[in-house]
Each structure stands twice: as structure tokens, then as C-alpha cells.
Nanobody
Framework: QAQLVESGGGLVQAGGSLRLSCAASGRTFRTYVMGWFRQAPGKEREFVAAITGSGSSTYYADSVKGRFTISRDNAKNTVYLQMNSLKPEDTAVYYC???????????????WGQGTQVTVSS
């Protein structure tokens, strides 16, 4: 069973950058697809980005494409989300999640972190 812990959230001005990290426990980290999701107040949780176990393939939501980059370091059991050119509409709680297959829907992910708050001021 994987345990996920996010970090790196905070308050940033529009146009700024943040890098989120998600540290995973367990020796099978490299076998999991890792995803990032976010949830703003009053809205449903939405897909942000995903990366395959090897890191060879990634996929992004249209709203973040070209601004966010997902990556992973399997030696460190960690997945990252580099967020550039942040906008106020990126404000949300960001969650990392692990799945056995490549998915862009939240319900297919097996394990979730507790979330980290990202607030972008205008």
C-alpha cells in the first residue's frame, strides 16, 4: 500500500512559479502511474497531469499545457509538478495520486495524498 505526502504549496503572485513534490512510500513506486489533481472551493476535483511509471510519457489538461511540467525521480520515490506562469484560476488544493493504469479521471486512482494548498494572487 502506497502512502503519498505532498509539499511545496504556498502563496504566489500571478505569473510566478511553484514546484510541488509528492513523496511516496513503498518499493513499487516505479510501477505506478502518478497523477496530479486539483480541487478549488465549490468545484469538482479535476485532472492536471499524469506520468507513466518510467516517466517516458506524460499527459496534461489543456488548462495547464505549456505552463506545468510533471516529472518523477524513481530513485527518490518522488513525483514533481513544476508550475510556471501561474494564474489566479490555478488556486486550489493540489493532490497527487497513484494508479495501476494510465488514467485522467480521479476515480481510477488507488492512493491519494492529503493535498497541498496553492494560492495565486492577482
Amino acid at each position: 500500500q502506497a502512502q503519498l505526502v505532498e509539499s511545496g504549496g504556498g502563496l504566489v503572485q500571478a505569473g510566478g512559479s511553484l514546484r510541488l513534490s509528492c513523496a511516496a512510500s513503498g518499493r513499487t513506486f516505479r510501477t505506478y502511474v502518478m497523477g496530479w489533481f486539483r480541487q478549488a472551493p465549490g468545484k469538482e476535483r479535476e485532472f492536471v497531469a499524469a506520468i507513466t511509471g518510467s516517466g517516458s510519457s506524460t499527459y496534461y489538461a489543456d488548462s495547464v499545457k505549456g505552463r506545468f511540467t510533471i516529472s518523477r525521480d524513481n530513485a527518490k520515490n518522488t513525483v514533481y509538478l513544476q508550475m510556471n506562469s501561474l494564474k489566479p484560476e490555478d488556486t486550489a488544493v493540489y493532490y497527487c495520486a497513484a494508479a495501476q493504469v494510465f488514467l485522467v479521471v480521479a476515480r481510477g486512482y488507488d492512493y491519494w495524498g492529503q493535498g497541498t494548498q496553492v494560492t495565486v494572487s492577482s
